[in-house]
């Protein structure tokens, strides 16, 4: 079994800075692509930033500039800084990892349990 495991996330004040971790553990061959998605109140959930293993990053345009993803392969962890938060910020952070349980397994897709981000103004 693969667990994703986020944590760091809380409330701030417009302007300040968190940082998001996300730790995969259990049966692990191998991990993909990781990344962040969130979703706010009454809205879809979104991609925010993934890196791929080969050090590929893709962000959503509104946090350009503010947001920054990186990972420790050895520890099969994710991390999101997050800095100049604005309150349109706010929402349930959650983590996706692409992992390969064994070498002869198609990779599946897994998602953390969600971490809250409430940004005041």
């Known amino acids: 079994q693969v667990q994703l495991v986020e944590s760091g996330g809380g409330l701030v004040q417009a302007g300040g800075s968190l940082r998001l971790s996300c730790a995969a553990s259990g049966s692990i061959f191998g991990t993909n692509t990781m990344g962040w998605y969130r979703q706010g109140p009454g809205k879809q959930r979104e991609l925010v930033a993934s890196?791929?293993?080969?050090?590929?990053?893709h962000y959503v345009e509104s946090v350009k500039g503010r947001f920054t993803i990186s990972r420790d392969s050895a520890k099969n962890t994710v991390y999101l800084q997050m800095n100049s938060l604005k309150p349109e910020d706010t929402a349930i952070y959650y983590c996706?990892?692409?992992?390969?349980?064994?070498?002869?397994?198609?990779?599946?897709?897994?998602w953390g349990q969600g971490t809250q981000v409430t940004v005041s103004s």
């Open positions: 996706n990892a692409v992992i390969l349980r064994s070498a002869y397994v198609v990779p599946n897709i897994y």
């Open positions: 890196l791929a293993s080969g050090g590929i990053t």
